[in-house]
């Protein structure tokens, strides 16, 4: 790279860090997945003269952050319909427009997004025009179904963010700790270990990459590297755990956070992995078309702690499309608030769980959070 390539590379990183809300939370200063919540919705209403008049300087609670999620809503339906060709014709047939938005239970009144639309079609999805979209990601998730999801810049920077929201909440600490990105199996075109490390080096963690199937290897890796934080796919982590068994004692290495995503993780597996390395593990659940890093448990196991200013959730009879109480099992439906290139209303996610309104254990009480989820199978 050319002396002046660095220098703007250098320059790049600098204001992305600056941009980084995540950044600016201390440690012990509550739950840092929901401060940077709040953060980012604070930051909005700050910046928008109608969200500033709605709110004022209101503290935030439960209820206001509802409002401020269905002003989103109205503002992303508003702007789908002027830039995004399927949800302009979808909407002009229907006949419904923002302002009848009011409360969530209009939400029911619009189409869902099913994931075969965003398949057949992907750019007719898109907002922006193409010479904005910085990456292209590819993803069949567990539908066979190829979908593809373009992102800007400043949507990455976003994701980014969040991640590095997610891994101070699992406990990563600038200082000492490294993450160790394990993704041996992963074939999508969207590398999570990309994204993992990218976070890390504008937060100022330390990471390692190591994309091997074989168990010494990674222990060799971990013993390097001074491996505090592991993070992979469930099954692998599983796998690895039980090769580890016989190299290693419990607790030997260190190993204080185990982060276990893309795919479900049963009690029998959490168990056999806790075991081995003596500390917890986390579940992280995401999905490629709506940023990928969607959700994450804290220590407490108690529920998934969902990105609370990216997205509107409902709960849904997957059969009857009748939206379901906190606490109903049925299936996710999303709306990406946050997002300008491909955004998606009410998207169908074929994952079924339920709504947890309890605050958490933690000492979180303004997030949402998730249930156990599972696929929908038909
Ligand atoms: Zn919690």
């Known amino acids: 790279m050319s002396l002046s390539a660095k220098i703007n590379t250098a320059v790049r990183m600098n204001i992305a860090k600056r941009r980084l809300e995540s950044r600016k939370i201390e440690s012990g200063a509550g739950n840092p997945l929901e401060q940077w919540g709040l953060a980012k919705i604070r930051n909005d209403i700050k910046n928008s003269k109608e969200l500033k008049e709605l709110f004022g300087n209101q503290e935030l609670d439960r209820e206001l952050i509802n409002e401020y999620k269905l002003f989103r809503f109205r503002e992303l339906m508003g702007y789908v319909m002027e830039n995004s060709p399927y949800y302009k014709e979808l909407y002009e047939k229907t006949g419904i427009n ?145 090769a580890a068994r016989e190299l290693i004692q419990p607790g030997e290495l260190g190993i204080k956070r185990i982060i276990c995503s893309s795919e479900p993780l049963t009690p029998s597996m959490r168990k056999e992995i806790e075991e081995v390395w003596g500390c917890k593990t986390l579940r992280q659940w995401g999905m490629t078309e709506l940023g990928l890093a969607n959700a994450i448990e804290c220590v407490e196991q108690n529920g998934f702690h969902l990105n609370n ?49 309890e605050p958490c254990t933690c000492g979180a009480c303004l997030d949402q959070r998730i249930s156990d989820i599972k696929r929908m199978t038909s």
């Not at 969040?162 to 699992?170: E, N, R």
Request: glycine residues 6%; proline residues 5%; aromatic residues 6%.
């Open 98 to 242: 923002p302002s009848q938005i009011t409360k969530y239970e209009d939400l029911k009144n619009l189409p869902l997004t099913e994931q075969k639309q965003l398949a057949d079609h992907p750019y007719h999805f898109l907002c922006v025009s193409r010479r904005e979209i910085v990456r292209e990601f590819t993803s069949s998730g567990t539908t066979n179904m190829l979908k593809r999801m373009a992102y800007t810049q400043h949507e990455l920077l976003e994701i980014v963010d969040s991640v590095i929201s997610g891994l101070k909440m699992a406990g990563m600490d600038a200082k000492d700790d490294t993450l160790q990105i394990m993704y041996p199996t992963i074939t999508a075109t969207w590398d999570p270990g990309l994204v993992l490390s990218k976070a890390c080096a504008l937060s100022g963690y330390n990471s390692v990459i190591n994309d091997s199937l074989d168990a010494d290897e990674q222990i060799k890796t971990m013993r390097e590297s001074g491996t505090t934080i592991i993070i992979g796919t469930s099954s692998f982590l599983y796998e690895l755990s039980k």
């Open 309 to 357: 200013p990216d997205f509107l959730v409902e709960i849904i009879d997957p059969k009857t499309g009748k939206q379901l109480l906190p606490g109903e099992e049925g299936e996710l439906v999303v709306t990406t608030l946050r997002r300008r290139c491909m955004p998606l209303i009410r998207y169908r996610t074929r994952d079924i769980t339920t709504l947890i309104e």
